[in-house]
């Protein structure tokens, strides 16, 4: 740990520390993990409480490039607390309370380690509240690609996919740990601040404007986001009465209006195969090509970097099922999310007129590493690396396993399977040995030691059988 806290403090201590009292009553609080341990981010997220609600109060000057927030916190503390850590990136820290009271803190590297007044019990329900402000920083990757706060030609994106929520707002940024959310934007008036969920309020006062925004079903902080700028808004209904709400880019707006008027067609195929829709609002945000380098499945809305088409729509969209509402335990399982979404292209385009699955399963098959040439450098499951979690294998050949599941048990069970799997963790998290018993139990007479064995976590390309 990196913290400058005393941990576990003996009673003699505690003695010498005059607290008497403390040393009466049997268990002493500890300092939570500064860490859950997810194999590829091990820092990412925080031991010794369950966050429930997240409360952002934020603003932003884009000409300053200035945030500044007071986050609220509400959490369960899963253990006796005497310290815990939430993850922040940058930015200032003013002030920190703990259920109204000022709290002691400190900061190393992107903990910031919190010690209430008195220790926490374990089953407590707490309020943590961070006022913070800054200028938020940008996390460039090593292939240029950048998250976190991305300033654009008109204002600012946050994207959060894996790491980069904590550079906005204090939290346990692990997408094992899902909140609700409220996220109230104050930006100059004229601007747009477009979140998560659904938009509950817009009051303009003193040449601002403050938008605010209600996630009401559980959302991993990483898909959480926020764009601020020019956009033109379009808020319309499906046919089963579901709200979208579209943000575009005025100097996009013509191009995407044919592709995104398709929303609702793509709700209703995904429905059919997938289930019912988790979340209680769709819709996407559409900016500049040049503000961000990759499309990403943010709650709700998904985001694109200039004017996506129908085969990466849906395939965002999916996410919604796969990603958003059954969110990886751990950054290795990653699969789960990118496996199913590009399955859903595949699924999309039989349906729609394309190539079948199958069709496009084999020619990946016999040819994918001229497009994808990293295709067999390691199987879906075990990426070697946290820089090799949004590689080829991740995607491709995730999307593969499921098509050698289809071909095992047949249409009927297979969509049973994709529906039963995304009813069975609705708006929660699993793992890849989660997802394997679970086929195995929906299809008890099939045997799927090889598709495991070879597709799933076999080194190479698998052989044809
Ligand atoms: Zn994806």
Redesign the pocket.
């Known amino acids: 740990m990196s913290r400058s806290a005393p941990v576990a403090p003996t009673c003699a201590s505690v003695l010498l520390a005059l607290a008497l009292t403390a040393c009466t009553g049997g268990a002493q609080g500890t300092p939570g993990a500064s860490g859950l341990r997810d194999p590829y981010f091990p820092k990412a997220g925080n031991g010794g409480y369950d966050v429930t609600h997240y409360d952002l109060d934020l603003g932003y000057a884009p000409d300053t490039h200035r945030l500044t927030g007071t986050a609220t916190v509400t959490a369960r503390a899963t253990q006796d607390l005497s310290a815990f850590d939430l993850d922040l990136q940058g930015l200032d820290v003013g002030k920190v309370t703990v259920d109204g009271e000022a709290a002691r803190w400190n900061r190393a590297g992107r903990e910031l380690t919190v010690r209430p007044d008195g220790d926490l019990k374990e089953g407590e329900t707490f309020r943590v509240t961070v006022h913070y402000s800054g200028i938020p920083e940008t996390i460039t990757y090593p292939d240029g690609s950048e998250e976190g706060w991305v300033r654009t030609a008109d204002g600012a994106l946050a994207l959060g996919e894996p790491t980069g929520s904590m550079a906005w707002f204090p939290g346990n940024h692990h997408p094992s740990d899902k909140a609700s959310y409220d996220i109230a934007v104050t930006v100059p008036e004229g601007l747009e601040a477009v979140s998560n969920g659904e938009l509950t309020g817009e009051r303009t006062s003193g040449e601002r404007t403050t938008f605010t925004w209600h996630t009401g079903e559980p959302m991993a902080s990483y898909v959480a986001t926020l764009a601020i700028g020019d956009y033109d808004i379009r808020r319309s209904t499906t046919p089963d009465g579901l709200p979208v709400y579209v943000a575009v880019d005025p100097t996009r707006a013509d191009a995407s209006r044919e592709v995104l008027a398709g929303i609702p067609e793509i709700q209703a195929w995904a429905e059919d195969a997938f289930g019912p829709y988790p979340f209680s609002s769709t819709g996407a945000i559409v900016d500049r090509d040049s503000d961000a380098g990759y499309?990403l499945?943010t709650q709700n809305r998904p985001f694109f970097p200039g004017v996506p088409d129908t085969a990466l729509l849906v395939?965002?969209l999916a996410?919604q099922w796969y990603?958003n509402s059954v969110t990886p335990k751990t950054w290795r399982d990653m699969w789960l999310?990118?496996g199913f979404?590009?399955y859903a292209e595949w699924l999309w385009a039989e349906d729609h007129g394309g190539d079948s699955a199958e069709e496009t399963f084999d020619a990946l098959y016999d040819h994918g590493e001229d497009t994808y040439e990293d295709l067999w450098s390691f199987p879906p499951a075990e990426p070697p690396g946290a820089d090799h979690i949004s590689d080829s294998p991740v995607?491709q050949r995730g999307a593969m396993v499921l098509h050698k599941i289809r071909q095992t048990v047949g249409d009927d069970t297979f969509y049973a399977i994709l529906q039963g799997w995304a009813a069975a963790h609705r708006h929660g998290n699993a793992d890849t040995a989660d997802f394997t018993a679970y086929v195995e139990e929906t299809a008890p007479g099939e045997d799927f030691g090889g598709v495991w064995e070879e597709w799933l976590y076999g080194e190479g390309k698998p052989g044809r059988p």
């Open positions: 499309a499945e395939h965002e996410h990603g999310n990118e979404a590009t995607y």
